[in-house]
Nanobody, 128 residues
Framework: QVQLVESGGGLVQAGDSLRLSCAAS????????MGWFRQAPGKEREFVAAISWNGGRTYYADSVKGRFTISRDNAKDPVYLQMNNLKPEDTAVYYC?????????????????????WGRGTQVTVSS
């Protein structure tokens, strides 16, 4: 059974940093892709970043490129999302998600439906 638990959210000011963590128990899915998504009030859930099972490959949404960094050491370690220079528009509930498939090269942002397992989310609020 797969369980994903996010932590690290909070209330910060514009320009501050936060690091989100996703602790995962993955059962037999040792080769997988992990991702972070976010959902602001009244908006659809959107892709933020993805990482391969060993951390060797990453992909980012244009809106966070250069400010956010996704990382992990291997398939069984937590997945982190380091968020720097936060902006009020980054305010959202952030979700960790698991795609049971191995890494594939993205030509566009992954879809919510690409990820089969989800955490419950952690709130990030950035004040101006």
């Amino acid at each position: 059974q797969v369980q994903l638990v996010e932590s690290g959210g909070g209330l910060v000011q514009a320009g501050d940093s936060l690091r989100l963590s996703c602790a995962a128990s993955m059962g037999t899915f040792s080769v997988n892709t992990m991702g972070w998504f976010r959902q602001a009030p009244g908006k659809e859930r959107e892709f933020v970043a993805a990482i391969s099972w060993n951390g060797g490959r990453t992909y980012y949404a244009d809106s966070v490129k250069g400010r956010f960094t996704i990382s992990r050491d291997n398939a069984k370690d937590p997945v982190y999302l380091q968020m720097n220079n936060l902006k009020p528009e980054d305010t959202a509930v952030y979700y960790c998600a698991l795609d049971r498939r191995a890494w594939r090269e993205y030509s566009s942002n992954p879809e919510v439906t690409d990820f089969a397992y989800w955490g419950r989310g952690t709130q990030v609020t950035v004040s101006s």
